[in-house]
């Protein structure tokens, strides 16, 4: 089945540790998306890449980095410099068409640093 | 920069009645308009989206969503709730090639 799959589903860290979460998806889709959610924030946009080699911050991009050296994956690593790291991190992905975006969503990444 | 306004965070609703989600936007230009639900937990479900054509949208769940230009609106609508809606909604708009999500709805049906 075609889709998005992020990895892990839960993810536990101590303070000041970097971590990395996963994101992959097989829909051959041009655009890849990383976005964090808190509660009674909605979802608050960290980076996207519309092409392989190539991204660009969203508005919250300060403490995380990304990578897209395959157009299937689009990891991203939570730094020790992201002061309040614990939330719901959710990967999305779509075809970029003129004007219009139709993203499609992985399950999530929940993560609690201790 | 668009950005999208849904009023009211918490709606709660008695099953079979009707639920209303209100969404505004801004925006200078025609806009790609987008509902969707998550479960606890979840990833997000695309729920219906507005392109161009007919002002009323038909969604999944029986969920329908109209755009109104003149009121920079496009409220989630269905006549008769079901225990399953209760989730959160999102309304969110497509700017440059990225979604702008609102702050999101939550929907709780009471039996």
């Known amino acids: 089945d075609g889709g998005i799959t992020q990895s892990p589903k839960y993810l536990f860290r101590k303070e000041g540790q970097n971590v990395t979460l996963s994101c992959e998806q097989n829909l051959n889709h041009d655009a890849m998306y990383w976005y964090r959610q808190d509660p009674g924030q909605g979802l608050r946009l960290i980076y996207y890449s519309q092409i392989v080699n190539d991204f660009q911050k969203g508005d919250i991009a300060e403490g995380y980095s990304v990578s897209r050296e395959k157009k299937e994956s689009f990891p991203l690593t939570v730094t020790s410099a992201q002061k309040n790291p614990t939330a719901f991190y959710l990967c999305a992905s779509s075809i970029v068409r003129t004007g219009m975006t139709e993203a499609f969503f992985g399950q999530g990444t929940r993560l609690t640093v201790v | 920069a668009q950005s999208v306004t849904q009023l009211g965070s918490h709606v709660s609703v008695s099953e079979g009645a009707l639920v209303l989600l209100r969404c505004n936007y801004s925006?200078?230009?025609?806009?790609?308009l987008f509902w969707y639900v998550q479960y606890p937990n979840q990833g997000l479900q695309l729920l219906l989206k507005y392109t161009t054509g007919a002002n009323l949208v038909t969604g999944i769940n029986g969920f329908e969503a109209e755009f109104k230009k003149s009121e920079t609106s496009f409220h989630l609508t269905k006549p008769s709730a079901h225990m399953s809606d209760a989730a959160e909604y999102f309304c969110?708009?497509?700017?440059?090639?990225?979604?702008?999500f609102g702050q999101g709805t939550t929907l709780q049906v009471k039996p």
């Open positions: 925006s200078s230009v025609p806009p790609y």
């Open positions: 969110a708009v497509s700017e440059e090639g990225k979604l702008i």
